[in-house]
């Protein structure tokens, strides 16, 4: 589906009349193509005193081509930034806030378009002092307000490093898959988000055009939307795909399967032998499977009031009992690994509700306490388990919508636009590596910063 308005701001007439009437503006976000530099210019790294994250993460960001600079070497308001990289976890008092304003303050028009703004921070839970703790959460304020503030496509997002992240030697190799994905475009209508880094195993790729080389992968629902992009995107990261769709989807799975050299499995989830039936094609084709991602979902919308048993039942079944069956039946038959991944698809509507959608928002809900309950549950096992929580992105789902709810959906975000069925495929895969092991528990939002929810 088509953002004619976006596409009639990028013209001239289009960008006079934005100017002079004061229009929404989508700018033009920046995202990945395989070979692209990490991040579009040189990156300011910046740090509180005391803070124990900016040197190792100097160090990846330097191993990875990134040209460094130094706040104190900086002299000049003309220099221009591909991102701000802040370590804020020298900060243990509300009055050392301050030094945010000091960083921050002078760069506020510094960033590139799609910049990046990355705060490092401790998770509060975990502070030695409750004024310490106060600090660290005033972080997510800062974080936020940037995403909104500063526009023209720049993500902003705070990053929780527990403080049993990394290993003996000091390298934080657990923070570079994270680092990767929220400088580069494959972060581009990701912001306002908090994400935790634990102190699970990463495992660096030895390419990392090709983070997921040689992993299988299975995508529920892969036959269109969200799923048939997230085929492509897993497989041009080196994935072998299994794209499993309901059968009347067939021809269409077909296609996508083709298209990137997958297997295409047929299957209603719902069925109640599809957890055995998928385990068994599992076993005998590959032996196990790496990544499972639960993308399939429906929505039959009604208020409450009027919605029959049946579209209750459906869409729980669909989008959230279905993903415990199968995981159940995966994970009894260690069919995935150490180092496994799970990843499931929830929703903005899981987070602040939508009208007409009960059932789907409970279904969403239910996703994310899937993810909470499971992470800790699996951690022993080396395998982690997340969430995405899409907000409104051009797919035929939200094609249906009422024209006007359409345009609020697309709108009520800090990037005045929807995103792309790629946004949500590009976080997916992230969470999908083997270098994101340390990645657990975490509910990432792909919505632009929606106002929903927030
Ligand atoms: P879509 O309707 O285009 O695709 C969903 C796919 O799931 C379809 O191919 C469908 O055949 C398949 N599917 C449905 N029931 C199935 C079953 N019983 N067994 C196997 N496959 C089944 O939807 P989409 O927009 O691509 O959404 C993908 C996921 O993202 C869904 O979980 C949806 O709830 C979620 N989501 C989408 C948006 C959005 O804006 N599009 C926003 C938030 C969340």
């Given at each position: 589906?088509?953002d004619?308005?976006?596409?009639?701001?990028?013209?001239?007439?289009?960008?006079?009349?934005?100017?002079?009437?004061?229009?929404?503006?989508?700018?033009?976000?920046r995202?990945h193509?395989?070979?692209?530099?990490?991040?579009?210019?040189?990156?300011?790294l910046?740090?509180?005193?005391?803070?124990?994250?900016?040197?190792?993460?100097?160090?990846?960001?330097?191993?990875?081509?990134?040209e460094?600079?130094?706040?104190?070497?900086?002299?000049?308001?003309?220099?221009?930034?591909?991102?701000l990289?802040?370590?804020?976890?020298?900060?243990?008092?509300?009055?050392?806030?301050?030094?945010?304003?000091?960083?921050?303050h002078?760069?506020?028009?510094?960033?590139?378009?799609?910049?990046?703004?990355?705060?490092?921070?401790?998770?509060?839970?975990?502070?030695?002092?409750?004024?310490?703790?106060?600090?660290?959460?005033?972080l997510?304020?800062?974080?936020?307000?940037?995403?909104?503030?500063?526009?023209?496509?720049?993500?902003?997002q705070?990053?929780?490093?527990?403080?049993?992240?990394?290993?003996?030697?000091?390298?934080?190799?657990?923070?570079?898959?994270?680092?990767?994905?929220?400088?580069s475009?494959?972060?581009?209508?990701?912001?306002?988000?908090?994400?935790?880094?634990?102190?699970?195993?990463?495992?660096?790729?030895t390419?990392?055009?090709?983070?997921?080389?040689?992993?299988?992968?299975?995508?529920?629902?892969?036959?269109?939307?969200i799923?048939?992009?997230?085929?492509?995107?897993?497989?041009?990261?080196?994935?072998?795909?299994?794209?499993?769709?309901?059968?009347?989807?067939?021809?269409?799975?077909?296609?996508?399967?083709?298209?990137?050299?997958?297997?295409?499995?047929?299957?209603?989830?719902?069925?109640?032998?599809?957890?055995?039936?998928?385990?068994?094609?599992?076993?005998?084709?590959?032996?196990?499977?790496?990544?499972?991602?639960?993308?399939?979902?429906?929505?039959r919308?009604?208020?409450?009031?009027?919605?029959?048993?049946?579209?209750?039942?459906?869409?729980?079944?669909v989008?959230?009992?279905?993903?415990?069956?199968?995981?159940?039946?995966?994970?009894?038959?260690?069919?995935?690994?150490?180092?496994?991944?799970?990843?499931?698809?929830?929703?903005?509507?899981?987070?602040?509700?939508?009208?007409?959608?009960?059932?789907?928002?409970?279904?969403?809900?239910?996703?994310i306490?899937?993810?909470?309950?499971?992470?800790?549950?699996l951690?022993?096992?080396?395998?982690?388990?997340?969430?995405?929580?899409?907000?409104?992105i051009?797919?035929r789902?939200?094609?249906?919508?009422p024209?006007?709810?359409?345009?609020?959906?697309?709108?009520?975000?800090?990037?005045?636009?929807?995103?792309?069925?790629?946004?949500?495929?590009?976080t997916?895969?992230?969470?999908?590596?083997?270098?994101?092991?340390?990645?657990?528990?975490?509910?990432?939002?792909?919505?632009?910063?929606?106002?929903?929810?927030?």
């Amino acid at each position: 589906m088509t953002d004619r308005y976006a596409s009639f701001v990028q013209s001239k007439a289009g960008r006079a009349l934005v100017k002079r009437l004061g229009l929404p503006d989508p700018p033009r976000l920046r995202r990945h193509t395989p070979g692209d530099p990490l991040v579009a210019g040189p990156v300011l790294l910046g740090a509180a005193t005391g803070g124990r994250l900016a040197e190792p993460v100097g160090k990846i960001l330097t191993a990875a081509g990134v040209e460094l600079s130094d706040p104190a070497a900086v002299d000049d308001t003309a220099a221009r930034f591909g991102a701000l990289v802040y370590d804020a976890t020298g900060i243990t008092d509300s009055t050392g806030l301050r030094q945010l304003y000091d960083f921050f303050h002078p760069q506020a028009r510094a960033l590139l378009p799609s910049g990046r703004v990355i705060v490092l921070g401790t998770p509060p839970a975990e502070c030695d002092s409750p004024r310490e703790a106060t600090a660290q959460r005033a972080l997510e304020g800062l974080t936020r307000s940037i995403g909104k503030e500063f526009g023209r496509g720049v993500t902003a997002q705070l990053v929780h490093v527990t403080k049993d992240a990394g290993n003996a030697a000091g390298t934080l190799t657990s923070l570079e898959s994270t680092l990767r994905f929220l400088l580069s475009g494959r972060s581009a209508y990701v912001s306002g988000q908090v994400v935790r880094v634990g102190a699970g195993t990463a495992q660096p790729p030895t390419d990392w055009d090709r983070p997921l080389d040689g992993q299988v992968v299975l995508v529920t629902g892969a036959a269109r939307g969200i799923g048939a992009a997230l085929a492509r995107v897993l497989a041009r990261d080196g994935a072998q795909v299994v794209a499993l769709d309901i059968p009347a989807a067939g021809d269409e799975l077909a296609a996508v399967a083709n298209e990137i050299g997958g297997s295409a499995v047929q299957l209603d989830l719902t069925a109640p032998d599809a957890p055995t039936r998928l385990a068994e094609h599992l076993a005998g084709r590959h032996g196990r499977v790496d990544v499972v991602v639960h993308n399939a979902g429906i929505t039959r919308d009604k208020t409450l009031g009027r919605m029959d048993a049946d579209r209750w039942d459906q869409v729980l079944d669909v989008n959230l009992s279905s993903q415990e069956r199968i995981n159940d039946v995966l994970l009894a038959r260690d069919l995935i690994p150490a180092g496994g991944r799970i990843v499931s698809v929830s929703s903005i509507a899981g987070i602040a509700g939508n009208r007409g959608q009960t059932n789907y928002a409970t279904s969403k809900a239910g996703v994310i306490g899937l993810v909470e309950s499971l992470a800790p549950a699996l951690r022993g096992r080396g395998i982690s388990v997340n969430a995405v929580a899409p907000g409104f992105i051009e797919t035929r789902l939200t094609a249906r919508v009422p024209l006007a709810l359409r345009e609020a959906g697309r709108r009520m975000n800090s990037m005045s636009q929807g995103g792309l069925p790629v946004d949500v495929a590009e976080t997916i895969g992230w969470l999908a590596w083997p270098a994101s092991g340390a990645v657990s528990g975490n509910v990432v939002r792909v919505c632009g910063q929606s106002l929903l929810g927030a």
